[in-house]
């Protein structure tokens, strides 16, 4: 069965810096692209960064769909024949902005996706999506998109499953938080169990660097349709570059035993 | 905070013998309550073993509700003011049976839980139950149950979750299966997850000893509404007697960040 590659840039981004953001993630992409990769995930807002103070600050920041960095992913997806998933901070009408996805593919189709669920300070200032994660059939799979916090929440996560996606790519911002020692950071916990119950794998690409007293889990993760990490799965505050060979066509078989199904076991009328 | 202390017993019931079984079960409640407990939770069809060749050996082994294992578990419930939570073959009319778990209180009250989604050849033995996990109010907070694969479905665990159990026991029989070395197995994954997602506690009581052929992974887990093991989560496949001492008030917070609460931030409209 032939493989996908997908790569994880684990990068960091530059609070309301634009310029240095797109020149950052070019670069990514095309490293990406030097490793053979068919698929590329960049973190969440990795077009403006994260931290900010309030809407206008964002705002300040903001491109719309035709602005310079959504134009170089293209150009680059284009050029390199890879698929770009990235976040950036999206300029709305009235002065509104949201916390958006872009997937870009070599063919110049743009589709994108607008957190739903969101984090925190994050409902000071952006507008919440209403779609659902798309779902796209694309050169190597269907790949769905969702962000972050998006991740928290079961129900969203089986929407894409259930419309056929192969590959969940997460741009996430995972801010760092105490928990046992020895054990996995949650957050990768919760993107293994999402894909173990589906038979779905996920692509999650944090961020690193401290952005106004924010640091990060630094935990990008690729895991399999059963739920096993093939690459990343540490914290690991730095930049890392996570690269898995993925039979992204195991996610068609949704069979775990002679008489389960992930999908048709549930019972949606007692739900 | 006052703490409740739970206490898994990992046996290996045997095979159509329920009154060996009854004898191994009245010792761990026994051995549970000597070590504080008042909740313990023994292993899914604890009163019958598992691995069945077909209906009518299920059938031969069942009891009813006023059977004797039942009715000695009443019995050790109130003299030793302890709660149990078990799995046994449940009797139904016209030569059916359910995999059912009993929640049994000291003062005497019975709650029973027919698993809703079966695994595997329980297809061909167990009539489904039709009913929600149940939330009871018992002395010591707020306690569902449910079974073993039903944990794999985030849409039945969120349906006690949002009920307001504090706690969730689930007698389980995972069935082992090879798994990447050093990962921690999916099965005690996904139950932090559950947790983590909904802020409530799980304790998950498997079992040991191989039965037909089958082995189990041993995998007895108590975790904490953060999702994170306060007991077991390794592979033991032999006896084992986990305790843990939970603050299950935790679980009435349901606040994740100064913005977020993990069941109000569902958008139900949108699932």
């Given at each position: 069965?032939?493989?996908?590659?997908?790569?994880?840039?684990?990068?960091?981004?530059?609070?309301?810096?634009?310029?240095?953001?797109?020149?950052?993630?070019?670069?990514a992409?095309?490293?990406?692209?030097?490793?053979?990769?068919?698929?590329?995930?960049?973190?969440?807002?990795?077009?403006?960064?994260?931290?900010?103070?309030?809407?206008?600050?964002?705002?300040?920041v903001?491109?719309?769909?035709?602005?310079?960095?959504?134009?170089?992913?293209?150009?680059?997806?284009?050029?390199?024949?890879?698929?770009?998933?990235?976040?950036?901070?999206?300029?709305?009408?009235?002065?509104?902005?949201?916390n958006?996805?872009?997937?870009?593919e070599?063919?110049?189709?743009l589709?994108?996706?607008?957190?739903?669920?969101?984090?925190?300070?994050?409902?000071?200032?952006?507008?919440?999506?209403?779609?659902?994660?798309?779902?796209?059939?694309?050169?190597?799979?269907?790949?769905?998109v969702?962000?972050?916090?998006?991740?928290?929440?079961?129900?969203?996560?089986?929407?894409?499953?259930?419309?056929?996606?192969?590959?969940?790519?997460?741009p996430?911002?995972?801010?760092?938080?105490?928990?046992?020692?020895?054990?996995?950071?949650?957050e990768?916990?919760?993107?293994?169990?999402n894909a173990?119950?589906?038979?779905?794998f996920?692509?999650?690409?944090?961020?690193?660097?401290?952005?106004?007293?924010?640091?990060?889990?630094?935990?990008?993760?690729?895991?399999?349709?059963?739920?096993?990490?093939?690459?990343?799965?540490v914290?690991?505050?730095?930049?890392?570059v996570?690269?898995?060979?993925?039979?992204?066509?195991?996610?068609?078989?949704?069979?775990?035993?002679?008489?389960?199904?992930?999908?048709?076991?549930?019972?949606?009328?007692?739900?």
């Amino acid at each position: 069965m032939s493989t996908v590659r997908v790569v994880c840039q684990q990068l960091a981004p530059c609070l309301g810096n634009a310029e240095h953001n797109r020149h950052l993630s070019g670069e990514a992409i095309r490293g990406a692209a030097t490793l053979g990769a068919q698929v590329v995930v960049l973190p969440e807002l990795m077009q403006s960064g994260y931290v900010f103070n309030d809407r206008q600050e964002a705002f300040d920041v903001s491109e719309a769909l035709d602005g310079p960095t959504l134009s170089l992913w293209k150009t680059l997806a284009s050029e390199l024949n890879i698929i770009v998933v990235a976040g950036f901070c999206e300029r709305l009408e009235d002065g509104q902005v949201a916390n958006s996805a872009a997937l870009i593919e070599p063919e110049g189709r743009l589709t994108v996706y607008r957190k739903a669920h969101l984090w925190d300070r994050e409902k000071l200032i952006f507008t919440p999506g209403t779609e659902p994660p798309p779902v796209v059939e694309t050169a190597v799979g269907r790949i769905a998109v969702m962000i972050c916090y998006d991740l928290e929440l079961p129900e969203w996560v089986r929407l894409p499953a259930l419309a056929g996606a192969d590959l969940l790519c997460a741009p996430v911002n995972w801010p760092d938080a105490p928990r046992p020692a020895g054990e996995r950071p949650g957050e990768i916990v919760r993107v293994q169990a999402n894909a173990a119950v589906n038979r779905m794998f996920i692509a999650a690409c944090d961020r690193h660097g401290k952005e106004r007293g924010v640091d990060w889990v630094g935990g990008s993760v690729i895991v399999d349709a059963d739920g096993y990490p093939q690459a990343g799965a540490v914290s690991h505050q730095q930049k890392q570059v996570l690269v898995a060979d993925l039979s992204l066509m195991q996610a068609r078989d949704k069979t775990i035993s002679a008489h389960n199904h992930v999908h048709q076991d549930r019972r949606p009328g007692l739900y």
